[in-house]
């Protein structure tokens, strides 16, 4: 009925506007996320999202009008209960037959574990030479018996999956099939939608390793450990982070594990990020010689669209590259 009421309102412009076939109503958590959808939807109708502006999904409140917009979704992609923890309990209220796809369940996707630990103690890899794009050079979490512990109590993935194009391939191929299903009738303009983006996304990664091919392997220190899936990719260092997830608030002893390191290391560069106080990045650096620049890892700062997922790609590798070359 809801729906019916929802179509009754449409003003008789919109309704001409509409697409000859009424598309279903697609919700979509975060930016990055909903950039993908977006791409898939080209010339279809256009997915509402959830979080906009600069909101982290790790500090996010849902609002009244968040609330509304689910309640009327016919699909509602999201990463999963381990990002977007303000979505979990709204979800579960969703009407029966709103379809929800938890994007962080699509098989064939790259899922490493969360690090814990301010510095990766357990995976300093010193002077010794490796190879970063090698599949043995796993992250594994089991390697960190000391440091933090993440407040994350099942399976301890890290949720910034999207942060690789293999993944972000594995996510649209996953978010065009739902889509065909819920609307057949529109599934060749998802699947041509998906073929496009697909061969962008594989032109993106090129043009990635290209961008960062000068800095490879120079150590970084990030604000949240959001970049592993960059890191594999693009064979990017990150030497540590400030906070596991922008939750907690690293203690005095991370804080001072990470300055140490960064002088060891006499590394390079430590980045903030846009929606988090900047204060914490300075006291890390003091008295070091490290340069400060700006990651953007949930596109706080970007708007949102199909050409969001790039910009963000893109602006990430720029950043470590600028403040690397620096040097
Ligand atoms: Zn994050």
């Given at each position: 009925m809801k729906k019916l009421f929802a179509a009754l309102a449409l003003s008789a412009a919109t309704m001409l506007s509409a697409p000859a076939l009424a598309s279903p109503n697609v919700v979509v958590s975060i930016k990055p996320i909903h950039s993908l959808v977006a791409s898939i939807m080209k010339g279809i109708a256009e997915p509402g999202l959830v979080l906009k502006g600069a909101g982290s999904p790790h500090t996010y409140q849902l609002k009244p009008a968040d609330a509304e917009l689910l309640q009327n979704a016919d699909i509602v992609f999201w990463v999963g209960p381990e990002l977007e923890r303000f979505l979990e309990k709204p979800i579960e209220s969703l009407p029966k037959n709103a379809r929800v796809v938890e994007l962080e369940d699509t098989p064939g996707l790259l899922k490493l574990p969360l690090r814990e630990g301010g510095a990766f103690e357990a995976h300093d890899h010193g002077e010794e030479d490796h190879d970063h794009a090698g599949e043995a050079h796993d992250h594994s979490a089991d390697d960190h018996a000391e440091g933090d512990h993440a407040t994350h109590s099942h399976e301890e993935h890290d949720a910034h999956i999207w942060l690789n194009t293999s993944n972000a391939k594995v996510l649209a191929s996953a978010i065009a099939a739902a889509l065909s299903e819920a609307d057949p009738a529109n599934a060749p303009r998802y699947k041509a939608n998906l073929d496009a983006l697909d061969g962008n996304l594989d032109a993106l990664s090129a043009e990635i390793k290209t961008t960062v091919a000068p800095v490879r392997d120079k150590p970084i220190v990030v604000f949240h450990d959001a970049y592993q899936y960059f890191e594999k990719e693009f064979?990017?260092?990150?030497?540590?982070?400030?906070?596991?997830?922008?939750e907690t608030l690293p203690g005095a002893a991370r804080i001072s594990e990470i300055h140490d390191k960064l002088g060891r290391l006499a590394a390079a560069c430590v980045f903030a990020e846009?929606?988090?106080?900047p204060r914490l990045v300075n006291v890390v650096i003091e008295g070091t010689a490290a340069r400060t620049g700006t990651l953007d890892p949930e596109a706080a700062t970007l708007n949102e669209g199909p050409d969001l997922y790039f910009a963000l790609m893109r602006g990430i590798a720029g950043s470590i590259r600028d403040c690397l070359s620096a040097r």
């Amino acid at each position: 009925m809801k729906k019916l009421f929802a179509a009754l309102a449409l003003s008789a412009a919109t309704m001409l506007s509409a697409p000859a076939l009424a598309s279903p109503n697609v919700v979509v958590s975060i930016k990055p996320i909903h950039s993908l959808v977006a791409s898939i939807m080209k010339g279809i109708a256009e997915p509402g999202l959830v979080l906009k502006g600069a909101g982290s999904p790790h500090t996010y409140q849902l609002k009244p009008a968040d609330a509304e917009l689910l309640q009327n979704a016919d699909i509602v992609f999201w990463v999963g209960p381990e990002l977007e923890r303000f979505l979990e309990k709204p979800i579960e209220s969703l009407p029966k037959n709103a379809r929800v796809v938890e994007l962080e369940d699509t098989p064939g996707l790259l899922k490493l574990p969360l690090r814990e630990g301010g510095a990766f103690e357990a995976h300093d890899h010193g002077e010794e030479d490796h190879d970063h794009a090698g599949e043995a050079h796993d992250h594994s979490a089991d390697d960190h018996a000391e440091g933090d512990h993440a407040t994350h109590s099942h399976e301890e993935h890290d949720a910034h999956i999207w942060l690789n194009t293999s993944n972000a391939k594995v996510l649209a191929s996953a978010i065009a099939a739902a889509l065909s299903e819920a609307d057949p009738a529109n599934a060749p303009r998802y699947k041509a939608n998906l073929d496009a983006l697909d061969g962008n996304l594989d032109a993106l990664s090129a043009e990635i390793k290209t961008t960062v091919a000068p800095v490879r392997d120079k150590p970084i220190v990030v604000f949240h450990d959001a970049y592993q899936y960059f890191e594999k990719e693009f064979g990017i260092r990150v030497a540590g982070s400030i906070t596991v997830s922008p939750e907690t608030l690293p203690g005095a002893a991370r804080i001072s594990e990470i300055h140490d390191k960064l002088g060891r290391l006499a590394a390079a560069c430590v980045f903030a990020e846009p929606q988090f106080e900047p204060r914490l990045v300075n006291v890390v650096i003091e008295g070091t010689a490290a340069r400060t620049g700006t990651l953007d890892p949930e596109a706080a700062t970007l708007n949102e669209g199909p050409d969001l997922y790039f910009a963000l790609m893109r602006g990430i590798a720029g950043s470590i590259r600028d403040c690397l070359s620096a040097r």
